[in-house]
């Protein structure tokens, strides 16, 4: 059945405003000459606050859900490479009917010069940077297939989750990366992910479009359209805000946002904070986390609380531009048996998020992970190990809602310039470290941060529990190195007299530490063996907040240096006692000299448990029993 072609005064009965009525309408203006358009563009045929302020280039602004931008780069027939390529016919009328029901923004290429999703440089493209969004989605069109009804290309950076969840949720049949992955760097989906923009390229089947989709099928998808981009709670990802202060005790900068500003998240959310050309990098809570003073509570979604080292890196600015990094929202499912991730690993829907390393945020508690796609986990949901749960965790809780944040690489970037003799003695030190790492090997431990002992705040110290040290190839005493995201620092490893309690401090501790406002408590339950007291210098050092989680390894040149200093009287000895013979044999000396340091050097390196089960062949062949078969029946004389 074709698609029923309508009268303008359809348009104004009482059945003219069905939807897929309405599209035909819309769709009649990039039809024109066989799909060339017309010059200039008939706006009175289109929605009223459609504007056409580059020749060619369509523009629906949006109302409610303005940061949310359809596009429709191939509403006419148009020129790559200066071939003629044809329209995807019904994406014009489309984009603009969607953003017309839901309050997005439209943009559509009617009679551009050349391929906004081919071209580096487009006014499709120029107008999207301009508007800064914080979800794109790129409508095209597909022959009909047998298989689907719209597939979707991710490209190579993040999608809108709950837009793809949701469609893939619907009675349409939907594919991922079938036909068109939109990997291409010069696609609008590429353009808007390297702007760490979740985009994704949607082909809609013929079948669904007109001029051929029968009416019933163009309301489908119509429907299947509008539920999701209903169901995205995505935000602007570039606010202007008014500057509210905050008393809020913290030894990195920190802000305090409206709820909505970092999707209902409780925090801490890396955020960049700019006004004229000073930009910072803080950590956003949300004014309803526990621990925010009640002056601040009540802070609107215009405004910004900023604490007092923020103030001061900005000049006390009134007012700033406050940028909010991707945040994905995922519902946390154990990990398979069959399929375990690593221990900073997360395995998430290829529909979802790209693989990549992403910043965990649950409950106030932070951890770097990476992400990898597995086509076993539903959209929507996270599968995570059961040592990172645990790790995450806050009062009581271990499962639930998580987020993954596309942290900006700001957040783990060397603050202060070092000279060239600073930059290449560290860079030495990193390339000895590695070597030793590979000969004697140094494992890590990942474990969550709490507040230090009194004392320890302004000291390079962390304070391990007693267990750890046999597992990390260490005593007390010694250095070792701690991993956050891409920053590392060397600390004292000491053990821990005292370890760490679960659940909240006593309230006379809480008044006298007035610092952990925003600290959240270890869930009841907790193995203390899992948590490590780390200074405040130490998190300052790295751009940590409160709690989040560390790995710690061993610092090998300290430990080597050790050794061989212990090695010196013994070699020293036996060179000696050689040169004192009549006729010494110096090769044979030197041999003994090496084999003795390799011997006592080889004590330092962490054995690897060999894998895997081995059978043995004696006692299974001395089983009783072993003359019968699986049926019970016995075999032979």
Known sequence: ????????????????????????????????????????????????????????????????????????????????????????????????????????????????????????????????????????????????????????????????????????????RVTTNALFAAMRPTTVTSFAQARDVPAVQVEISARFRPPSGAPEDLSRLLNALIDAIAGMT???????????????????????????????????????????????????????????????????????????????????????????????????????????PAADEVHVSPDDLASGIYLLVHDGVTAWVRAVPRSHVPPGQIRLGYQLRLLIASDGTTDGDVALVAAPAAVTRRRRRESWVGRTGAAADTMAERLWRALFRAPEFA???????????????????????DRIGLEPGQQVLVRWGGREVAALAVADHDPPESGAPPESIKRVQRVNRLWPHLPEGMSPHVVVRMSAQLRRDLGAPVATVVTVRRRLRPVLIRNLNSLVVPLAS??????????????????GTALMSVFALARLRIPQPRRGARVDKRWVEEMAGHD?????????G
């Open 1 to 172: 059945m074709g698609a029923q072609q309508v009268s303008e005064e359809e348009l104004a009965s009482p059945t003219g405003g069905e939807l897929a009525v309405r599209w035909q309408v819309f769709e009649r203006v990039f039809s024109r000459n066989g799909y060339d358009g017309e010059s200039p563009v008939p706006l009175k045929r289109l929605p009223r606050d459609v504007v056409e302020a580059t020749p060619g280039l369509l523009e629906l602004p949006g109302t409610s859900r303005a940061h949310i931008v359809v596009t429709a780069t191939h509403a006419t027939n148009h020129v790559r490479d200066g071939s003629a390529k044809v329209a995807d016919r019904g994406t014009g009328g489309l984009a603009l009917l969607i953003a017309e029901l839901t309050g997005c923004t439209a943009l559509v290429a009617a009679r551009t010069s050349g391929d906004a999703n081919h071209d580096d440089d487009h006014p499709l493209k120029r107008r999207l940077a301009e508007l800064r969004p914080a979800a794109v989605l790129d409508l095209h069109g597909m022959r009909s297939r047998p298989e689907s009804d719209i597939d979707l290309g991710t490209g190579d950076g993040s999608v809108p989750a709950e837009f793809v969840a949701t469609l893939r949720r619907s009675e349409l």
């Open 234 to 340: 995505t935000t602007r990802s570039s606010l202007t805000l008014a500057t509210v202060p905050v008393a809020i005790a913290s030894g990195l900068p920190l802000a305090v946002v409206h709820p909505d500003t970092i999707r209902g998240l409780r925090g801490p959310v890396p955020v960049a904070v700019t006004t004229g050309e000073r930009s910072e990098v803080a950590w956003a809570w949300s004014a309803a986390a526990p621990g925010i003073p009640e002056e601040s509570r009540e802070i609107s979604p215009a405004e910004i609380g900023v604490g007092r080292r923020l103030r001061e890196k900005l000049g006390d600015a009134s007012a700033v531009s406050l940028h909010v990094p991707q945040i994905v929202p995922l519902r946390t499912r154990a990990a398979l048996a069959r399929d375990l």
């Open 447 to 469: 474990a969550r941060i709490m507040q230090a002992h009194a004392g320890d705040d302004g000291a390079a110290v962390v304070s391990l529990h007693p267990a750890v040290f």
């Open 574 to 591: 036996l060179v000696l006692a050689g040169a004192a013979l009549p006729d010494p044999h110096w090769p044979t000396l030197g041999l």
């Open 628 to 636: 019968t078969d699986v049926r019970g029946e016995k075999v032979g």
